[in-house]
């Protein structure tokens, strides 16, 4: 049974940051490709960062620049480091596999940027 628990969200002025983690149990967390999504009200769940088992990365392009998505294999935990955060960041963000599974989203942690 895979549990995924995402925490550091908050409430935030324009072009502060915020670290997001994600820390996932019963999964074999090395050998997978992970992504952080976000779901801002009234639209679709999108993938806004990505990396492989290796350590490759990539970005959507509205972060490009702003976010840096990393892992830690040895906790089972995955980060995302927002920095110049914009009111349109705001969203519950999520981490799951890439693609995601349906069965392991997890509650979100809430991001909200004031402008």
């Known amino acids: 049974q895979v549990q995924l628990v995402e925490s550091g969200g908050g409430l935030v002025q324009a072009g502060g940051s915020l670290r997001l983690s994600c820390v996932a149990s019963?999964?074999?967390?090395?050998?997978?490709?992970w992504g952080w999504y976000r779901q801002a009200p009234g639209k679709q769940r999108e993938l806004v960062a990505g990396?492989?088992?290796?350590?490759?990365?990539n970005y959507a392009d509205p972060v490009k620049g702003r976010f840096a998505i990393s892992r830690d294999n040895a906790k089972n935990t995955v980060y995302l480091q927002m920095n110049s955060l914009k009111p349109e960041d705001t969203a519950v963000y999520y981490c799951n596999h890439i693609p995601g599974v349906a069965d392991y989203w997890g509650q979100g942690t809430q991001v909200t940027v004031s402008s």
């Open positions: 990396i492989t088992s290796g350590g490759s990365t």
């Open positions: 019963g999964s074999i967390f090395r050998i997978r490709a």
